[in-house]
């Protein structure tokens, strides 16, 4: 009797005797996050699971990510099949107004410089060492679209999948931290005072409707092996402009997107374990992933300068930063930015036309990117 108490007492105690200095780092990271999440309202549906997340997959002995294990389930069942990026895609698409790009269509190729980011830490990534795969995933942080890089992450570097996803989120939570010193630092004070007139422009019905749609199929035509995540996020949208379908695009937008984000995010944090997460390589990708959205930003301000000087002084570069992800809140980054150097200046609408650009030219990025792997033979 006595010796089956002490076997008991024993197992009590396992977890203990299990715990690893790495383990303790990780719930030490999941805390942070927490705090992110609640104190600092850094992307809180998306912090707060996975910081919870992390904390429950680096307790020892658990096996919550073993086989069986019900974090395992839920990961098998919407991560590895790619299901739960795909239907936050369609609750994205349904959120999303395209009207302010439909209006300004110039500002459709603002959101396509602002991916050049991407495509530089992929070759970045590739000059260090890293496979093809890996190359891919991480030069997809500079999207600044956490469902992208799940995407990506979970068909193609499933062991990359907690670094990329946390940069991914994390620095587009830090948008309005990151962005402004990089668009004073290249444009100049005449330059951020210039006004942009808002032309009032009446986008039809009709093309609301045809956009989602050519888009679609141009962008499948082009990139066939990244349609899944075109066709999502367009299906969306097309429910939203139909009218027809209002209770789906409201299930989209909310009941199933917040179900959703839940189960992704805690199975997120659930692939932070200790000894896999904590690694030199893991660092290496947090520093090219906050290289990639810098880059981004970098070459969207750029072109927005092309665009500055062949119109005559008309257009303000800043809102060549809005032609990253971060929909919508870099268009308000812009939008502050501008208001601060002159107080008649409202980018807002124009920004938002180079962040809705920005939506499409990440997703059709990532589309590219696995089209070029798979016609290589490398996917």
């Not at 024993?10 to 719930?27: E, F």
């Not at 073993?66 to 739960?84: A, H, M, S």
């Not at 409202?346 to 939506?359: I, K, P, R, T, V």
């Amino acid at each position: 009797m006595l010796d089956a108490m002490l076997n008991g007492l024993s197992g009590l105690v396992a977890g203990v005797a299990h715990l690893h200095w790495s383990n303790l780092v990780m719930m030490c990271i999941g805390g942070i996050l927490l705090y992110l999440g609640i104190k600092k309202d850094f992307e809180p549906l998306l912090l707060v699971p996975i910081g919870f997340g992390c904390i429950l997959v680096n307790i020892p002995l658990a096996d919550l990510m073993e086989k069986g294990g019900f974090l395992r389930t839920i990961y098998d069942f919407g991560v590895i099949t790619e299901l739960f990026p795909l239907l936050i895609f369609i609750g994205i698409g349904a959120m999303t107004d395209f009207g302010p790009v439909l209006e300004n269509p110039y500002t459709f190729i603002l959101g396509a410089a602002g991916q050049f980011g991407i495509f530089l830490t992929l070759l970045l990534a590739l000059a260090l060492g890293f496979p093809y795969k890996d190359a891919v995933t991480i030069g997809i942080i500079g999207a600044c679209d956490g469902p992208t890089v799940i995407y990506v992450a979970s068909q193609y570097a499933q062991h990359l999948l907690g670094p990329v996803t946390v940069a991914a989120y994390s620095y587009m939570s830090l948008v309005p931290v990151l962005q402004p010193p990089i668009m004073r630092m290249l444009t100049t004070q005449k330059e951020r005072e210039v006004v942009m007139k808002t032309h009032q422009k009446t986008v039809s019905k009709t093309t609301k409707l045809l956009f989602p749609i050519v888009i679609t199929i141009i962008g499948g035509l082009i990139a066939p092996h990244g349609l899944p995540l075109l066709a999502t996020i367009m299906l969306g949208n097309f429910m939203k402009e139909s009218g027809a379908v209002a209770r789906l695009t409201k299930a989209s937008e909310n009941e199933i997107a917040n179900i959703v984000t839940l189960l992704l995010a805690i199975s997120i944090g659930a692939t932070m374990s200790g000894p896999v997460f904590v690694k030199p390589t893991t660092i290496i990708i947090l520093a090219l992933g906050l290289l990639a959205i810098c880059l981004d930003t970098v070459c969207g301000v750029l072109f927005g300068k092309v665009l500055y000087l062949v119109t005559g002084g008309k257009i303000n570069p800043l809102i060549g930063a809005a032609g990253i992800s971060a929909f919508p809140m870099s268009a308000r980054v812009v939008q502050r930015e501008g208001q601060k150097y002159n107080k008649k200046s409202y980018l807002l609408m124009h920004a938002m036309g180079a962040n809705a650009g920005g939506q499409v030219g990440s997703v059709m990025a990532a589309a590219v990117m696995l089209s070029v792997l798979k016609g290589m033979g490398i996917i």
